[in-house]
């Protein structure tokens, strides 16, 4: 998108088949707000306030392709069984005036086996450096599985009259590992080079595509690094990029940074809340997150669109799927500059947590600032019901009448 071409990024715009509203879409932020697998109320509430707020696109996150590949408690698994569920939820969105995207995943080495009962995945066996978890060879008919395993989840979605899916491609969850020359030491035609260790995405994504068509969007959201010293860097993640571009499978590309494996602050940026990890860890663990919380967590400093500068190394090279930034967007003038800079959509998260209305907010007044101080404490919450800190009605519920 050039300069030239680029719109008022709040009038409608085209993803694959679907008409949005604007160029807003909210970001993936696991919720935790389906203890049983399926759709709540809660979480109906959740999105739609969203909607309301004037986004685009929501984004109903993390749907599980397999209760093996679930990360954290309270999420969603794709499955006939949430179909009605999924249905009144995206039923409530479109009521709203927005349109609603799930994303499906599987957590591979972040699948705790507390919570799945399964031992963990990985392209090759793999001790999680931060659970300590030992993860196992996934086997090539268990790849298989997994594919089709996103292809069943993406037809829910269909079913479920959702208007895109997010394929979760990132920090590190199963197939990001494949990408990851650190964690895949495979043999086969999975490892070894980078168009290789690309094979399991670019399957998932060619079979997700067969099985939806044209009736939704497909996006990706891919890591162009990680963190992990020897792991994903840019100059690998530009030919994945490059790969998925080329097979035309996708409708869009979100760029992402870092993992759930090491230094997850890599991802967030900001404050570090050390405190508030230590406090939902088992006790046995708490006295050393307080101690080496930081060292363990990674801290990096906030700045304003950090994920821009590895972003734009990708314009050039995705000449045929859209793009869509991420990361540190909290006002108007952010957003246009993404798109200044040849981003199609923008995704915002943290922001959003903090203030639902941030879209609305802006576009009656273009100088707005979220109110969002990036103190982190909304990263505990997924353990469970994600939410902004900051924010009494999500945090305590409605007011109770005397």
């Known amino acids: 998108m050039s300069v030239e071409t680029m719109s008022d990024p709040f009038e409608p715009a085209r993803l694959g088949p679907v008409r949005l509203r604007n160029r807003v879409i909210k970001a993936a932020t696991s919720e935790g707000r389906s203890p049983d697998g399926l759709v709540t109320d809660d979480l109906i509430d959740f999105h739609v306030a969203f909607a309301k707020g004037g986004v685009g696109m929501t984004t109903v996150a993390y749907c599980c392709v397999s209760r093996e590949g679930a990360s954290a408690p309270g999420q969603i698994v794709m499955s006939k069984a949430a179909l009605p569920g999924l249905r009144r939820l995206t039923d409530a969105v479109h009521g709203a005036g927005a349109a609603v995207s799930a994303q499906l995943g599987h957590a591979g080495i972040v699948a705790p086996k507390k919570l799945t009962g399964a031992t963990p995945v990985a392209p090759s066996r793999f001790v999680n450096p931060t659970s300590f978890a030992y993860c196992r060879e996934i086997a090539r008919d268990e790849i298989r599985a997994v594919i089709e395993q996103f292809a069943v989840a993406a037809q829910v979605a269909v079913d479920a009259d959702f208007d895109a899916v997010e394929l979760h491609f990132g920090h590190l969850y199963l197939p990001s590992s494949f990408l990851s020359a650190r964690i895949n030491r495979r043999k086969d035609g999975y490892g070894g ?210």
Request: one cysteine or more.
């Open 193 to 402: 080079s980078i168009d290789n260790r690309s094979r399991l995405v670019r399957e998932i994504a060619a079979r997700v595509r067969e099985v939806v068509g044209d009736r939704i969007a497909v996006i990706a959201k891919l890591d162009m690094d990680d963190g992990l010293p020897g792991s994903i860097w840019i100059d690998e993640a530009l030919r994945t990029a490059q790969l998925l571009d080329a097979d035309a499978t996708l409708d869009a590309i979100e760029l992402t940074q870092g993992s759930s494996v090491y230094k997850p602050m890599y991802l967030f940026r900001g404050d570090v809340p050390v405190k508030e990890f230590a406090e939902v860890m088992p006790p046995a663990l708490r006295p050393g997150v307080r101690l080496a919380g930081k060292r363990i967590m990674g801290s990096y400093p906030y700045r304003n669109l950090y994920m821009l500068d590895a972003a734009r190394q990708f314009v050039p090279v995705v000449r045929n799927t859209k793009l869509i930034l991420l990361g540190g967007i909290t006002n108007r003038d952010h957003i246009e500059t993404g798109l200044r800079e040849g981003f199609d959509f923008i995704a915002m998260g943290r922001a959003l947590l903090r203030e639902p209305d941030l879209v609305n907010t802006m576009i009656t007044d273009p100088t707005a600032r979220s109110r969002c101080n990036h103190n982190n404490k909304c990263m505990v919450t997924v353990f469970g019901r994600t939410h902004c800190v900051l924010d009494p009605e999500q945090r305590y519920g409605d007011i109770p009448k005397v």
